[in-house]
Each structure stands twice: as C-alpha cells, then as structure tokens.
C-alpha cells in the first residue's frame, strides 16, 4: 500500500485528534484507515477499500451515522466506524445534516477522487508516523482480539 496522504481532524466528540491515511494499492484501488488517536480509544489499523466504504454509504439509511461502517470492521473496536467518520467528513466526502446534528449526508466525491489520482501519479515519499503527543500518552495502539 502506497500513502497518498496523512490527514488528522478533531474525533466526533472533540476529546481526542485522529490521523488517518488515504492508501493507493497495486491494483490502483483507493483505501483509507485509521492511523492514530491521541485519546484513550481503541482502534483497528485495517486498510478498507475506498469503494466498499461508498457502498457501505450508500446501502444505509439517510441521514448517516458511523453506523453505516460498523459492517467494515466486523469482530473490531466500536471505535473504528466513528473515527473513520470524521476523516471522511475531513476529506469533504460527508457533510453535517443541518436537521440532524449528529448525522451526516454523503456528498460528491469528485474532487476527492481526482485529488487522489493526482496524489497517485505524483513520486511522493510519506512516511506515516504517530503523533508525538499520541506515543507520549501511549494511547496510539491498534485493536486487538
């Protein structure tokens, strides 16, 4: 897996900081997974298909919760679906219901993708690397069965 791009955005609950990655695979396929979290949740490090996630989207009732991901990490952390939520509300994939504040409405992925297949066809050297204040804590730990 190739990092297109290292991202961070504050968690749902405004606690904690989440760094994500936005992966491009050898089968030119996009993915993104959660990287790190400065707070005390648990998370699972698995790459998910860019692709399953925008089903995933779509097959679930509007307006969205982290809900809609809980099927990606079947067996992991509860976390996961939500932290995974706010990176892509990071990258402007969803957008706060304006009826429903703790829901969200997908939006265009256009620019998203376009941005990745200009990040894919660029020589980039991103080494993923753990917040400073998460190792200090301790708290930047994969989930484990």
């Known amino acids: 897996m190739r990092i297109l ?3 961070s955005c504050s968690s749902a609950s405004g606690k904690s900081e989440i760094t994500y990655h936005v ?3 050898t089968e ?4 993104m997974r959660v990287y790190a ?3 005390n949740g648990y998370f699972s490090m698995e790459w998910i298909a860019y692709r399953a ?20 990490y079947s067996g992991k952390s509860v976390n996961t679906p939500a932290f995974l939520t706010v990176a892509l509300k990071s990258e402007g994939l969803l957008v706060q219901d304006p009826e429903h504040p703790r ?6 992925d256009t620019s998203f993708i376009a941005e990745m297949m200009d990040l894919a066809g ?11 204040n998460a190792i200090k804590k301790n708290t930047a730990r994969p989930f484990k069965k």
């Open 53 to 72: 996630i925008q089903e995933s989207l779509e097959a679930s009732p509007k307006p969205l919760t982290s809900f809609a991901l809980y099927g990606l």
């Open 37 to 39: 979290n400065t707070g």
């Open 122 to 132: 660029k020589d980039l050297d991103i080494q993923p690397s753990i917040p400073k």
């Open 23 to 25: 992966g491009y695979s």
């Open 28 to 31: 030119s396929q996009i993915f």
């Open 5 to 7: 791009k290292v991202g």
């Open 103 to 108: 829901c969200y409405t997908q939006v265009s």
